[in-house]
């Protein structure tokens, strides 16, 4: 098992590569889809959260990322004595209309398909996805965590229909007429999945990467009026069975998992990493289940981390694990401090086990 570090676009700085090596990281999984748009806060720095007007702009008419650049940053990584271990979403722009099965949906999968042979060809060897129509909708912010810290949770799932030109939380067409997404079925949502499972996976295999599928975050059956994919354990069994590949591989949340209302959190480590499907991991903690929970510092939740981990070696799990997000700390470094604490517990965890 190895202790990797996220990092969003706008951190992907110098000092941060150094403040994930100092704080015992030796691989990064980072984001290059901007979630913030201009607001380069601090104390967005967490994660983003947005209500039901989503989370900002998608990256409209920028090209996919190319090569050249993805090797770019992975130097600068590289740099810092960190590895470069996944990239994590696709930008909505590149992608809306194979979720929403629009007249683009062609068009982008061969741009789609280019990214992965760039991924490929950059020395990338995962790309994390979540293939879902809202995203990560329906949160709430507040001093959820050990003594008041600030962190997310849900309170309620929201169903606001979606609004034309919105997807994935974001806004990818400015200038959609009024109304709102159709509706569609589960089975009509697992169907697109089956198009780009069917589309994507021998590319990866050829490129020499792995899909890494994210569970719904929340994990509801519906949010925001859309249906969801994996939102109990047993769905992941049913994405991987739908293109049996060593490309077709998972982005293993733990905080998604043990928000599900059904499964074990543990049966569900032991079942996936014993098939040799997960990529790499979210160490996250949370307290509760869907509709009604609150992620909680590492060390405090509902989840047995340390379980997890003597799962984990038992099975012989070779990748990477990363705080993903955590809450914040009072102080004047809030990310940081938050940060910090979580990679400390999982640099030591990791030893003892």
Same mark, same amino acid.
């Given at each position: 098992?190895?202790?990797?570090?996220?990092?969003?676009?706008?951190?992907?700085?110098?000092?941060?590569?150094?403040?994930?090596?100092?704080?015992?990281?030796?691989?990064?999984?980072?984001?290059?889809?901007?979630?913030?748009?201009?607001?380069?806060?601090?104390?967005? #720095?967490?994660?983003?959260?947005?209500?039901?007007?989503?989370?900002?702009?998608?990256?409209?008419?920028?090209?996919?990322? #190319?090569?050249?650049?993805?090797?770019?940053?992975?130097?600068?990584?590289?740099?810092?004595?960190?590895?470069?271990?996944?990239?994590?979403?696709?930008?909505?722009?590149?992608?809306?209309?194979?979720?929403?099965?629009?007249?683009?949906?062609?068009?982008?999968?061969?741009?789609?398909?280019?990214?992965?042979?760039?991924?490929?060809?950059?020395?990338?060897?995962?790309?994390?996805?979540?293939?879902?129509?809202?995203?990560?909708?329906?949160?709430?912010?507040?001093?959820?965590?050990?003594?008041?810290?600030? #962190?997310?949770?849900?309170?309620?799932?929201? *169903?606001?229909?979606?609004?034309?030109?919105?997807?994935?939380?974001?806004?990818?067409?400015?200038?959609?007429? *009024?109304?709102?997404?159709?509706?569609?079925?589960?089975?009509?949502?697992?169907?697109?999945?089956?198009?780009?499972?069917?589309?994507?996976?021998?590319?990866?295999?050829?490129?020499?990467?792995?899909?890494?599928?994210?569970?719904?975050?929340?994990?509801?059956?519906?949010?925001?009026?859309?249906?969801?994919?994996?939102?109990?354990?047993?769905?992941?069994?049913?994405?991987?069975?739908?293109?049996?590949?060593? @490309?077709?591989?998972? *982005?293993?949340?733990?905080?998604?998992?043990?928000?599900?209302?059904?499964?074990?959190?543990?049966?569900?480590?032991?079942?996936?990493?014993?098939?040799?499907?997960?990529?790499?991991?979210?160490?996250?903690?949370?307290?509760?289940?869907?509709?009604?929970?609150?992620?909680?510092?590492?060390?405090?939740?509902?989840?047995?981390?340390?379980?997890?981990?003597?799962?984990?070696?038992?099975?012989?799990?070779?990748?990477?694990?990363?705080?993903?997000?955590?809450?914040?700390?009072?102080?004047?470094?809030?990310?940081?401090?938050?940060? @910090?604490?979580?990679?400390?517990?999982?640099?030591?965890?990791?030893?003892?086990?």
């Amino acid at each position: 098992m190895k202790l990797g570090f996220g990092l969003y676009r706008h951190m992907l700085t110098v000092d941060n590569y150094r403040f994930a090596k100092q704080c015992g990281a030796t691989h990064l999984v980072i984001h290059l889809v901007d979630y913030f748009g201009h607001a380069q806060k601090d104390e967005d #720095s967490n994660q983003p959260v947005g209500k039901s007007e989503g989370w900002g702009k998608a990256g409209i008419g920028t090209p996919i990322w #190319s090569v050249e650049e993805l090797i770019a940053i992975k130097k600068e990584i590289n740099a810092q004595g960190l590895v470069l271990e996944a990239i994590e979403n696709f930008d909505p722009s590149h992608w809306h209309d194979i979720l929403l099965d629009g007249p683009k949906k062609k068009a982008q999968m061969e741009d789609i398909k280019q990214l992965i042979r760039n991924v490929g060809a950059a020395g990338i060897p995962n790309f994390g996805y979540n293939f879902s129509i809202a995203g990560v909708a329906s949160r709430s912010q507040g001093a959820y965590a050990r003594g008041g810290a600030m #962190s997310v949770g849900m309170e309620g799932v929201d *169903e606001t229909p979606i609004p034309n030109g919105m997807a994935w939380n974001m806004v990818y067409d400015e200038n959609a007429p *009024e109304g709102t997404i159709a509706k569609i079925s589960h089975a009509e949502l697992w169907s697109r999945l089956q198009y780009f499972l069917d589309e994507i996976i021998p590319v990866a295999e050829e490129a020499g990467v792995s899909m890494a599928a994210h569970p719904d975050d929340p994990p509801m059956p519906y949010v925001r009026d859309t249906p969801r994919l994996v939102y109990q354990p047993d769905l992941y069994q049913k994405l991987i069975d739908m293109k049996p590949s060593k @490309a077709n591989k998972l *982005e293993f949340c733990l905080g998604s998992l043990s928000e599900m209302t059904e499964g074990d959190v543990y049966e569900a480590t032991d079942q996936y990493s014993k098939q040799d499907k997960i990529s790499y991991i979210h160490f996250r903690n949370v307290v509760g289940k869907v509709p009604t929970y609150k992620e909680v510092f590492v060390d405090e939740g509902d989840i047995d981390m340390i379980r997890i981990l003597r799962i984990l070696k038992k099975n012989n799990y070779q990748g990477v694990l990363i705080p993903d997000h955590t809450p914040q700390m009072t102080c004047d470094a809030p990310w940081y401090a938050g940060m @910090a604490y979580a990679m400390g517990y999982m640099k030591a965890a990791m030893k003892l086990v």
